[in-house]
C-alpha cells in the first residue's frame, strides 16, 4: 500500500517562520499553520477528516517532528 502525504516542503513559503527565543533561532509554525494543524487534529479526534485533510495532517505533523528534532540540536549547541 502506497501512502501519498502532502509534501511538507510545500508549507516553506507559508507556513514557517524563525523566533528568536534567548539569543537561538528556532523554527516555528507561523499561526495560521498552527490553527490549521489544531483543526485539523480536533477532526482527527471526532473521525471527520476528509482523505485529503488527513494527507494535510501527515505532511504537516512531519514538519512538526523535523522542527522538533532541529530544535532540539540547536538547543543542544547552546
Known amino acids: 500500500m502506497v501512502q501519498v502525504v502532502i509534501n511538507p516542503a510545500s508549507l ?3 507556513g514557517i517562520r524563525v523566533e528568536k527565543v534567548d539569543q537561538l ?3 516555528r509554525f507561523t499561526d495560521a499553520l498552527q490553527s490549521r494543524l489544531e483543526l485539523l487534529l480536533e477532526k ?3 473521525g471527520s ?3 485529503e485533510e488527513l494527507e494535510e495532517l501527515t505532511g504537516i505533523q512531519e514538519l512538526d517532528r ?5 530544535n532540539s540540536r540547536l538547543m543542544a549547541q547552546q
Do not use: D, H, R, V
Open 49 to 51: 477528516l476528509t482523505p
Open 25 to 27: 533561532s528556532l523554527f
Open 66 to 70: 523535523i522542527f522538533t528534532y532541529l
Open 44 to 46: 482527527n479526534e471526532t
Open 12 to 14: 516553506l513559503e507559508t
